[in-house]
């Protein structure tokens, strides 16, 4: 499987050869995570789809380093990274709604709460950190002190937000030591267009690449872990109508019961660009 995937690797200005960041053999401590049982059984279940332990390695995730990780939403990610930095000497921060702002809706902020709630548990999660991320926000951190920063599925609703995208953009930039790395998982629009502000989810790979490269990123490498070739991108509320979502109605409109989402179930999660950048030492 692995070979499989590796023989998938597209690379972008990297000088890599394909296969090159599987080519030191495997990061038990990563392997353990993965399996181990903080995890939730719903994000277990999304595995086949999100491709965990490639995902992050093709990322450049390793041992001892700063990840921050921007919305992480229901933990995912927060689930494997906490306990990697546990494990590893490392440090796991998540970008998450911001206090700050005296606009942030009681909903987020109690939202907020709940997250670190739930990876409180230091002998499971060691001690995450948590920073304020939004439109209005800080900095993310010290200039230069993070070595990796991951944001999935996340660039749509940016894009949505006018110049929210160039913002964020820049912080990441920022945060990052030179030669830290920008991983990147996204709805693929191709080969159909993105549109206006992304309004089905999904976003063109030269769009999200030019905007990347626009904050001072360059392209290092590419990656088809994440595609899903049975997804058309054309469904009736957009990406949302897949699993996990399965949205069955307008927003803001009840569920459907008698939507089908039989075709849609057995498309699976969305075809997905997978991205690696770099921040020029």
């Known amino acids: 499987m692995i070979a499989r995937r590796t023989a998938l690797l597209l690379m972008g200005s990297s000088a890599l050869a394909p296969g090159a960041v599987f080519a030191k053999g495997r990061d038990k401590a990563l ?112 200039a230069g002190s993070a070595d990796l920063v991951i944001t999935a599925r996340n660039l749509h609703n940016w894009a949505a937000q006018g ?35 992304a309004p089905t989810g999904y976003m063109e790979t030269a769009y999200v690449v030019a905007a990347i490269e626009k904050a001072g990123f360059k392209l290092d490498a590419r990656s088809e872990i994440n595609a899903n070739p049975k997804d058309d991108k054309d469904h009736p509320f957009g990406v949302w109508t897949l699993p996990p979502v399965r949205q069955s109605a307008p927003a803001g409109q009840p569920k459907d019961p008698n939507f089908d989402h039989g075709p849609y179930d057995a498309v699976g999660e969305s075809d997905r660009m997978t991205l690696r950048f770099v921040k020029p030492k």
């Open 31 to 142: 392997e353990a995570a993965i399996a181990g049982p903080q995890r939730s059984e719903a994000h277990r279940k999304r595995d086949p789809h999100r491709h965990p332990y490639d995902s992050l390695v093709f990322w450049g995730l390793g041992p001892g380093q700063t990840v921050i990780e921007i919305s992480p939403g229901s933990g995912y990610w927060t689930e494997i990274l906490a306990p990697y930095a546990k494990a590893t000497k490392g440090t796991y921060i998540a970008g998450v709604a911001d206090l700050a702002n005296p606009q942030l809706s009681e909903g987020a902020r109690k939202a907020r709460a709940t997250f670190e709630a739930r990876y409180a548990d230091a002998a499971l999660f060691g001690t995450p950190r948590y920073v304020n991320f939004g439109p209005k926000s800080a900095p993310l951190g010290p």
């Open 163 to 197: 110049p929210m995208l160039d913002k964020v953009l820049a912080d990441f930039f920022a945060v990052l030591k030179p030669g830290g790395l920008l991983g990147v998982e996204e709805h693929r629009s191709d080969p159909r267009p993105q549109g206006e502000g």
